[in-house]
Nanobody, 115 residues
Framework: QVQLVESGGGLVQPGGSLRLSCAAS????????MGWYRQAPEKERELVAT???????NYADSVKGRFTISRDNAKMTVYLQMNSLKPEDTAVYYC?????????WGQGTQVTVSS
């Protein structure tokens, strides 16, 4: 049974930083493209960033230059470093990925940017 578990969310002031982690567990033989999405209240879920197994990255325009996605394949973990946070970054952040040729989602972690 494959699971994705996010951690690292919380409350931060505007301009602050947070680092989200997403650890995959279970019987894993293929750990491919991983990504982060977010969903703000009353808004649709949107892509934040993705990273391939080879390390190629892609970002939403709204987070370019502020967020960095990375991965540690040995630890089956994906990270999202978020800097210069803005109130509009407030959302539930979800980790997702293609593992063993199936798509999995984490349960989400709340990020709130407020003074």
């Amino acid at each position: 049974q494959v699971q994705l578990v996010e951690s690292g969310g919380g409350l931060v002031q505007p301009g602050g930083s947070l680092r989200l982690s997403c650890a995959a567990s279970g019987s894993i033989f293929s750990f491919r493209t991983m990504g982060w999405y977010r969903q703000a209240p009353e808004k649709e879920r949107e892509l934040v960033a993705t990273i391939t197994s080879g390390g190629s990255t892609n970002y939403a325009d709204s987070v370019k230059g502020r967020f960095t996605i990375s991965r540690d394949n040995a630890k089956m973990t994906v990270y999202l470093q978020m800097n210069s946070l803005k109130p509009e970054d407030t959302a539930v952040y979800y980790c997702c990925g293609n593992i063993n040729f199936n798509d999995y989602w984490g349960q989400g972690t709340q990020v709130t940017v407020s003074s």
